[in-house]
């Protein structure tokens, strides 16, 4: 049984692959066996804050949309030293981040319903605990099918009347595809904001829970994409409102 969460925003620039990354350590220092999908197909990233570059890959989330391999084939073990000593795994499936591939979707499009029964077969041969996708911000086809077979739908917005806006067509279409659980988390908040007041009003506003607000932080800035911030960080106030993240969103029941 996997549960199976998307990671969503309606703007770029949030965080989302970084916030991603972060609960799959947090989850998977659990001891239990996550895996990622990088389904941000026209600027990928994911993969940079696990060290996995494109000379250590040979096949990715567009080989197996144009029929060269199963999902499994492109899932990479990616599994940090401190969180394999907790029994935990992570398996990463990354994209293209060759110009040629990521015009070639941009041109021809895929299959997203090949999408979608890659994500269940995935779930059943790596025997996963959690599907984290990593999402294209906005609203797309695969975005929507992402939404709708998920268990969990997580909105990342910033205190931003333009992410506001967008945040709030996103609730709207997830309410209407019948998501089972849908919550909010803010992210790179001001110092000067109560982060607590924020939380209450923004969660008032959505009538949705926020189950998170990480203030932006200088040590995350300058980490700079070049590792996990949680494992690099234990000791951050971020580390510990992740931690109080992840125990929200794994409480519930999971999926065939």
């Not at 947090?26 to 389904?39: H, L, M, N, P």
Request: aromatic fraction near 6%; hydrophobic fraction near 45%; include cysteine.
């Amino acid at each position: 049984m996997t549960k199976i969460i998307s990671i969503h925003s309606f703007r770029g620039g949030t965080g989302k692959s970084n916030t991603t990354a972060n609960l799959a350590a947090v989850i998977a220092a659990q001891g239990k066996r996550v895996a990622i999908i990088d389904t941000d197909i026209q600027s990928p990233g994911i993969h940079v804050l696990f060290g996995l570059d494109e000379g250590s890959t040979q096949l990715s989330l567009n080989d197996y949309l144009w029929g060269r391999c199963s999902l499994q084939d492109a899932a990479y073990e990616v599994t940090p030293a401190a969180i394999a000593q907790a029994q935990g795994k992570i398996f990463l499936v990354p994209c293209s981040i060759k110009m040629g591939e990521i015009a070639r979707i941009l041109k021809e499009g895929y299959n997203v319903l090949l999408l979608t029964q890659g994500l269940h077969e995935i779930c059943l041969s790596l025997a996963l605990d959690y599907l984290l996708i990593d999402t294209h911000p906005g609203m797309n086809e695969e975005t929507l099918l992402s939404i709708a077979i998920s268990n969990q739908l997580i909105v990342i917005l910033r205190p931003d009347q333009q992410d506001f806006q967008g945040t709030a067509v996103t609730l709207q279409v997830a309410q209407k595809l019948n998501t089972p659980r849908i919550s909010l988390l803010v992210n790179k908040l001001l110092p000067k904001y109560n982060p607590k007041e924020v939380q209450a009003q923004i969660s008032a506003k959505f009538n949705t829970p926020v189950l998170g607000v990480f203030p932006v932080t200088e040590e995350m800035m300058d980490l700079g994409s070049k590792g996990i911030f949680v494992l690099e960080y234990p000791d951050n106030p971020y580390t510990a409102t992740m931690k109080q993240v992840v125990e929200a969103i794994t409480v519930g029941p999971a999926v065939s």
